[in-house]
């Protein structure tokens, strides 16, 4: 058993910031980050991918240049956690043994979930943009439509970046109008949820915005099976009494955000929740149960919207309770569940969705957050790649906290 002060599994966007921030604050922090991947994603960038405006090659860096200086990367997958001895198995047999565990890996996407999907993606109009080897496909899809049916579908799980689903239709809207195509086109938007966005003051907002390009709305509608070759969707739709009917449509395109859950070995470890995240704490991140884990970003449980806006916060909350921890001392940093959402509503065009726990909107900027906005597209296609490079994922927002708190 090979044994480290600190273990980080997962190097996204929530291990790597956390990783940088631990070693900017104690440069000689024993730190091993577990990764089994060569490539690190900007994922937030794939909608305007799907939607050709970004090149896929941009959003991603090889993870030798992303990882922290000073971590030592241990290239492998986590196979198996053991908390009550402090080990973790790897999939390649190794064990390795911490103080602190910092639980990172992000959720999986769960293809097998949608019979039929797994062999439909790809092919035959059936895109989407939450894969990186299947964002530019969208791109393609889009500039192949020539009028018909397009739809989109969300999930009834939690999902990262709620707001996803819909930007591509708009931004697909957006392209059909352009294009002189809207006439002979339908749009449909199928979320498999009762509400198109969680926060109650986003929906009219958005309702208009569908509105405005004759996008139809259908909630409560989940996506049970593809049949790529035929082009047919089949939903379930589940009515206010809970009764279910099966509804099948034919499509020229079809982009789907597949169900999500937590990785297996997480969901079948001792240290989930019984939705399968990590259970922890959402004001400290620390678990419920084992005080020397902790837990951030898509894998947790943290009851807020899953982005990499929210890892922002999170981090520096996470670093600081961890340092706190390994000296012993009671837990202070708090995360207040900042979450933010960029909608893209058009080519040119964002509202930005920032809110807390509770729901609660919160603007960092004094603009309207409920007015799509030219500069906020700025932000989010030039502005917030480098911004996530070379800031968060470098662990300087950590700085910032750390001088608030001290
Ligand atoms: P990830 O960044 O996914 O990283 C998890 C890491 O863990 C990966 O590197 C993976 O290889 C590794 N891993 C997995 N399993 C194991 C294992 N068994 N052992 C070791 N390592 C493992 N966020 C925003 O803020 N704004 C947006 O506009 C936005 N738009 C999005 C649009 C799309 C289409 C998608 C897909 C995401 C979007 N997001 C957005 C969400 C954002 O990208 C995620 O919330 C964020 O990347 C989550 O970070 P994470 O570190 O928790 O997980």
């Not at 602190?100 to 790809?122: M, N, Q, T, Y």
């Not at 020397?292 to 309770?321: E, H, M």
Request: proline share 6%; glycine share 8%.
């Amino acid at each position: 058993t090979q044994e480290h002060q600190i273990v980080v599994v997962g190097a996204g966007a929530a291990g790597t910031s956390v990783a940088a921030s631990l070693l900017r604050q104690q440069p000689g922090l024993d730190v091993a980050i577990v990764e089994p991947s060569d490539i690190h994603y900007y994922q937030p960038a794939f909608t305007l991918v799907g939607g050709g405006a970004y090149s896929l090659a941009k959003t991603a860096r090889p993870q030798a240049q992303t990882l922290p200086t000073g971590a030592r990367w241990v290239r492998a997958a986590v196979a198996d956690l053991q908390p009550e001895k402090n080990t973790l198995t790897l999939s390649d047999g190794r064990t390795l043994g911490y103080q602190i565990l910092v639980l990172a890996p992000g959720l999986k996407l769960d293809w097998d979930a949608v019979d039929g999907l797994r062999e439909a993606i790809g092919r035959n109009g059936v895109c989407s943009n939450y894969d990186p080897s299947l964002a530019e496909y969208t791109w393609q899809c889009l500039q192949a439509f020539r009028g018909g049916k397009a739809l989109f579908t969300q999930p009834s799980t939690p999902i990262k970046c709620a707001g996803a689903p819909q930007k591509i239709a708009y931004l697909a809207a957006d392209y059909v109008r352009r294009k002189w195509l809207a006439d002979n086109s339908k749009l449909k938007f199928y979320s498999g949820g009762s509400a198109l966005f969680s926060v109650a003051d986003f929906v009219p907002p958005l309702t208009q915005v569908a509105k405005r390009y004759n996008v139809a709305l259908l909630m409560n509608h989940n996506l049970i099976a593809v049949n790529g070759a035929r082009r047919e969707a089949t939903f379930r739709f589940t009515n206010s009494a809970g009764e279910t009917t099966d509804v099948t449509e034919t499509f020229d395109m079809l982009h789907v955000t597949p169900p999500q859950c937590a990785p297996d070995f997480i969901r079948n470890s001792s240290l989930a929740n019984e939705g399968g995240w990590v259970d922890v704490d959402q004001h400290t991140l620390q678990h419920v149960r084992h005080d020397n884990v902790f837990s951030l970003g898509d894998a947790s449980s943290l009851p807020t919207s899953k982005t990499a806006a929210a890892i922002r916060k999170q981090s520096p909350v996470a670093a600081a309770n961890i340092l706190t921890r390994l000296a012993d001392k009671p837990l202070e940093a708090h995360y207040d569940g900042y979450t933010s959402c960029p909608v893209v509503t058009g080519y040119g065009k964002v509202m930005l969705a920032e809110f807390i726990y509770g729901g609660k909107v919160t603007p960092t900027l004094p603009l309207s957050p409920f007015k799509e906005s030219r500069f906020y597209w700025q932000v989010k296609k030039r502005g917030l790649p480098p911004f996530y490079f070379d800031y968060m994922l470098k662990g300087k927002e950590g700085d910032l906290a750390h001088k608030a708190i001290g």
